[in-house]
C-alpha cells in the first residue's frame, strides 16, 4: 500500500472515531462536569458527581453496579477457566462438539433468556414445583427465590452469558503457550499443581484479563437483565430511568461519566497487565502442545464437566422456549397445554414484524459501513509500514471496551434539538442514520480482527504480481484481495449483522416510538404488555436464537477467528 493512501485512511478513520466515539463520551464527560452560572455562561464544577455521590440512592445503584460486575466476573471466570484448562490439557470423548455447545450461550441476548429464568424460579414455577413433587418442599408455602435472590440472579444470568467470552480468550492463551516451558518444569520434577501456578498460570493471565476485562465492563453496565428483573436499584436503570428528563436533569450524566471512568480504568488496567506479561514478549512457541489422550472415566468425566455446563448455561434458553409454546403453565414442571398459537399472533402483532423490518434494514446498513470502515484499517494495519498503524488497530477496538450504555446515552443527548447529531434524526423523529451509525461503530471490531486475520494468511506477492501487470490499487483490492480473504470478511460481517440484530443498550435508548423500533426493543416492550405479552416476547426470543444459532455457525464455517472476535 502507498505510505500516501495509508495516510488518508488513518486520518479518515481517526476523523470519524473522533466524531462518532470519543466525541460522544467526551461530551458525557463534559455535561457531568459543567456548571451554569447565573449570567447563562458555563463553569467546571463537581456539584453533579458531588451530588451522585451523597445521594444514598445513587451510591446504592453505583455499588451493585460494582457488585455485579465484579460478582459476574468472579462467577465466569469460575465456570470458564476450568473449561479453558481441561480442553487444552486433555483429548476426550466428543470434544469438537462439546467445545461448540458450550458456546451455546451466544445466541441468545442475557435479558431474553432472564424471561425464561423468571418463569422458572417463580413462586409458582417449574423449580418449586419440581421441589414440591419430590416432596422437599410444601405446597402451602413455596418459597420465593426472586424475592430475596434476585442480585444472585442477575449475578448468574450474567455468569451463563458471558462465560464464552472469557473462555474464548483463556483457550486462546493457553494454545499459544510454549509447551517446553512446561515440560522442561516436569523434567525437572515439578508436581502438576506447581506448575499450573508457577508457569501456566503467569503466562496465560493476559488472556485471562483480556476476556475478564469485557465480562466486567459488559456486566457493569448491563441493562437488560436488571430492567427483566425489577431491579431498579442499580445505575444503569438509574441512568434508563433519567432519560425523560434529560434536558433538565444533569444526574444521568454525571452517573454516565462514572460508569465510563470506571470501564476505562478496568480496561487500562488490563492493558497494562498484558503489557507487563512475559508472554506479550516472548516469541511465538515453534510447536504446539498435544492434548493428552485420555479414555475410560477419565474422559467420560471430561465430557461431563462439559455436558454439565452446557445443560445449566441452557436453561435460560429451554425456559424462553417452552413460554413460547405453553397454553397453560402454571403450578407445574412443564407446561400443561402445548400451542403453537403465539408466533402466529406475535406476526400479527403491530410491533413484531415491523420491529423485525426495521432491525434488517438497521444492521444491514450498519454491517455494510462497518465493513467499508474495518477493511480499509485492516488493510492499513497489514499492508502499510505506517508506524502509528498499532494506534490505530487499538483504537478501532475500543468499542469493545466502552459500555454500550454510554455510547447510546452520548447518542441520544447529541440528538436532541440544536445539537451535533440532530442532522441524524431524519423526518418524524426517524432514528435510523442514528441507530446505523452507533451499530457500526459498536460491531466494527468483528470486522477488522476478521480482516486483518486474512490478510496476515493471504500471500502478499499475488497483489504485487498484479500491481506490476498495470492493476490499480482498487482493481487490485477488488479483484484479488478481496476474494483471498472474502471467507474472513463474511465471518465478521456475519457475526457483526447478527449482534447488530440483538443490540441492547442502543435499542433500548435510541428507539424512542414504536414505528422505530428494533427487535430488542419490541421484546422489552411485549414483556410489559398485559395478557399474552410474556409469550409473545418469548416467541420473537426463540426467533433471535435461531438466527443468531445460524450466523455463529455460517462464520465459524467460513473461518472466523473465536477468540480473537473478543479481545482489547
Known sequence: MKRGTAITISLIVGI???VFFIYPAGMIVKQAFEGV???GSHTFTLDFVATVFRNPIYQEGLWNAFLLGIGSTLATLAIAFPLALIGHRYDFFAKPALGVLVLAPMILPPFVGAVGVKQMLGVNGAFNSLLIDLGLMSSMHPHDWLA?????????????????ILYMNIAAALA??????EQAAENLGCPPWKRFFRITLPLAMPGVFAGASIVFIWAFTELGVPLVFDFARIAPVQIFDGLKGLDKNPIPYALTAILLVAAAGVFALSK?????????????PKGRSSSLRVGGWKSAGCSLVFLTVFLIAAIPHLGVLLLSVTGRWYGTVVPDELTLRHFNEALGNGLVVPSIQNSLMYAGCATLLAL????????????SDLKSRGILDSVVMLPLAVPGLVMAFGYLALSQEGKAFHFLVGAGDSPFLLIVVAYAFRRLPYIVRSAVAGLQQSNPTLEEAAKSLGATSLRTLRRV???LIGANLAAGSILAFAFAMLEVSDSLILAQQAQHYPITKAIYTLLSTLGNGTELAAALGVWAMVFLSIAIMGAAILGGKRGGLFKV
Request: aromatic share 8%.
Open 16 to 18: 470519524l472515531f473522533a
Open 272 to 284: 497494562l497487565v498484558m503489557g507487563r506479561s512475559p508472554l506479550g514478549t516472548a516469541p511465538r
Open 176 to 181: 499459544n503457550l510454549d509447551p517446553a516451558m
Open 148 to 164: 430475596n435472590g434476585r442480585f444472585a440472579g442477575m449475578v448468574i444470568m450474567n455468569a451463563l452469558h458471558l462465560y464464552p
Open 372 to 383: 467499508v470502515i474495518g477493511l480499509c484499517v485492516a488493510w492499513v494495519v497489514v499492508r
Open 37 to 39: 452560572r447565573a449570567d
Open 481 to 483: 484481495s478481496i476474494p
